[in-house]
């Protein structure tokens, strides 16, 4: 069975503030994803981090652990946490290349305030882009 969950958190420092910070952040999502049959999208905008993820329910544990760890975030609260039928995600780890027109259209101002179905409005948006 599938899972997918939406889970918002709040930037420490420079993380996601810039290319490489975000280049380095992918990478290793990419190949922790790809070994744990995780699909993933990601989202930086402000100092907000906004992560959707796909899989196993025990790969997606391990994953939250790892990330309730990571001092790169803090404030990681599970918007949603659902069984699936589907994934609606192909890759290991994708980024939103266009945070503030995804948040105009869903009339958000900022991740801060964003909701479960905030976030799956912005992924309908997105994949139909």
């Not at 069975?1 to 810039?18: C, D, K």
């Not at 196993?56 to 990571?70: G, I, P, Q």
């Not at 964003?114 to 309908?124: H, I, K, P, R």
Request: charged share 25%; aromatic share 2%.
């Amino acid at each position: 069975m599938l899972y997918r969950v939406i889970f918002a958190s709040e930037a420490v420092g420079a993380t996601g503030a810039s290319a490489l910070s975000i280049a380095q952040i992918l990478g290793v999502s990419v190949a922790n994803n790809r070994r744990d049959h995780i699909t993933g999208c990601m989202m930086f905008h402000r100092g907000h981090i906004l992560q959707v993820v796909e899989g196993a329910r025990v790969d997606l544990d391990r994953l939250l652990r790892r990330l309730r760890e990571d001092p790169r975030h803090t404030a990681l609260r599970v918007l949603s946490d659902l069984p699936i039928a589907a994934r609606r995600i192909e890759h290991p780890m994708d980024i939103c290349c266009e945070p503030a027109r995804l948040l105009e259209r869903v009339g958000l101002p900022c991740l801060s305030q964003v909701t479960a179905n905030d976030a799956d409005l912005m992924l309908d948006l997105r994949r139909a882009a």
